[in-house]
């Protein structure tokens, strides 16, 4: 599975942004989907995902409130919608991938990782 992360970007606290992740290579649908971000200085860190029938999600307890994860298999896409944004969701922010029936929240859980999006939030 390829993925590639996108619509990072400088927002102003309180601000939202749309983060998109398109996958390649393999039936996306039977993958569990990860998001994933790692501020400077700082381990990478679960942020939410989502189960491959989408009726299933869960979120960081930083984040939970504000964003939303959801996907479009038909797109073979998945997205973070990220809401009332803080100086603190500053990062680099991942997509990742795993085959598996249930939500998975570590990193070392997924084998497939996209290269990673920018997101500024100034204060």
């Known amino acids: 599975v390829q993925l590639q992360a996108s619509g990072g970007g400088l927002v102003q606290a309180g601000g939202s942004l749309r983060l998109s992740c398109a996958a390649s290579?393999?039936?996306?649908?039977?993958?569990?989907m990860g998001w994933f971000r790692q501020a400077p200085g700082k381990e990478r860190e679960f942020v939410a995902a989502?189960?491959?029938?989408?009726?299933?999600?869960y979120y960081a307890d930083s984040v939970k409130g504000r964003f939303t994860i959801s996907r479009d298999n038909a797109k073979n896409t998945v997205y973070l919608q990220m809401n009332s944004l803080k100086p603190e969701d500053t990062a680099v922010y991942y997509c990742?991938?795993?085959?598996?029936?249930?939500?998975?929240?570590?990193?070392?859980?997924?084998?497939?990782w996209g290269q990673g999006t920018q997101v500024t939030v100034s204060s």
């Open positions: 990742a991938a795993e085959l598996s029936h249930f939500i998975v929240v570590l990193a070392t859980d997924y084998d497939y």
């Open positions: 290579g393999r039936t996306f649908s039977n993958y569990v």
């Open positions: 989502i189960k491959w029938s989408g009726d299933s999600t």
